[in-house]
């Protein structure tokens, strides 16, 4: 799975040696605990296995980027996990989410630029070397969508291997592949502790058609994807940033399901979107679908739970 998703292995052999306590990854093995659950050894396995792809051949200085040691392991480690044991989960990694966002509401965030040995505590380390760290990859799937994601993350393996690359040479290898502009993701996701909220603020009949205006209230930007079911259909409206200058193309299952929308300036703190469907066909609008977002209040993110009215009238879509 490791070879055909992220590059292929290059040394000879690979070791798993049980006797250590926990996992630890050293170049060609790991050691492991000489017990412990089915389940329990395969994760750590898996786990301590994939540091030798990215610490055994891609070699980033993991005492200033740990997140680019640990979490590309975790996150590689979520898919494999999910294949072995056929899952089929849509979000691999929502432990990875749920753990960020937890720590984030309680305000122990810190920037993913931190030096491993300059957190505050070893919770926080954690927290942001494993898992803000998976998460940063899996909404950066979001962003340029899975095939260049994909291809990016063979062609980061293949130029940087043995070079020890740092967060810029990703960034390009990313952008390159995808052709869209990141510096305002990486510098905010990387450099700040900027949070992910947006909301549905209203829905609301408009001369026979639907207005839904969507509302940024965290300080980070992203660009969104919005479920809308009526009759019985799904249909995607896409809407890129600005500053990416430029969409990610259309899911080929989409089709004519999908509807991409005029970009989105990250200031602008309101983005209305018009609906060619009465207001009372529509069954269910939801921020997000396919769960790339680390969205820290996920409650003002589906409609009918949002506001069914706009404040004074039907809304003006001018």
């Known amino acids: 799975i490791m070879n055909d998703r992220f590059g292929s292995y290059p040394y000879p052999q690979f070791s798993v040696i049980q006797g250590g306590d926990g996992g630890m990854e050293y170049p060609m093995c790991t050691m492991i605990s000489g017990s ?8 750590v396995t898996v786990h301590e296995a994939i540091h030798n792809w990215f610490y055994g051949v891609l070699a980033t200085n993991e005492t200033k980027y740990p997140w680019m040691d640990e979490g590309f392991t975790k996150f590689a480690q979520d898919i494999v996990l999910d294949s072995l ?15 960020y966002i937890r ?16 957190y505050e505590t070893n ?12 998460v940063f990859l899996n909404q950066l799937s979001g962003i340029v969508g899975q095939k ?18 740092t967060p810029r040479e990703f ?74 200058q430029g969409a990610k193309s259309a899911p080929e299952s989409w ?31 939801r921020i997000d679908p396919f769960e790339k977002l680390g969205d820290i209040d996920e409650k003002n993110d589906a409609y009918p739970t949002a ?7 039907d809304a003006n879509t001018n």
């Open 307 to 313: 506001i069914l009215s706009f404040p004074g009238g």
């Open 171 to 244: 960034k390009r290898i990313m952008e390159k592949t995808s052709g869209l502009e990141l510096d305002w993701y990486f510098d905010a996701w990387i450099g700040t502790t900027k949070t992910i909220d947006y909301g549905i603020r209203y829905v609301a009949a408009n001369n026979g058609k639907s207005v839904v205006e969507l509302e940024r209230i965290g300080s980070m930007p992203m660009p969104l994807e919005l479920l809308v079911v009526s009759g019985g259909e799904n249909h995607i409206y896409y809407i890129p940033l600005q500053a990416m």
């Open 255 to 285: 089709g004519a399901n999908w509807h991409e929308q005029k970009a989105w300036p990250w200031t602008y703190p309101y983005y209305q979107i018009t609906l060619d469907v009465p207001m009372e066909k529509i069954e269910r609008i």
């Open 148 to 165: 260049n994601f994909d291809r990016g993350m063979k062609a980061y393996f293949n130029q940087w291997k043995y070079k020890h690359p």
């Open 85 to 99: 044991f056929e899952r089929g989960k849509l979000n691999p990694h929502k432990r990875s989410y749920d753990t």
């Open 36 to 43: 412990g659950s089915f389940g329990g050894l395969v994760s």
């Open 103 to 118: 720590n984030a509401i309680k305000g122990n965030d810190e920037p993913l630029s931190t030096p491993a040995d300059h």
């Open 123 to 134: 919770e926080d380390y954690a927290v942001n070397a494993y898992y803000k760290g998976c």
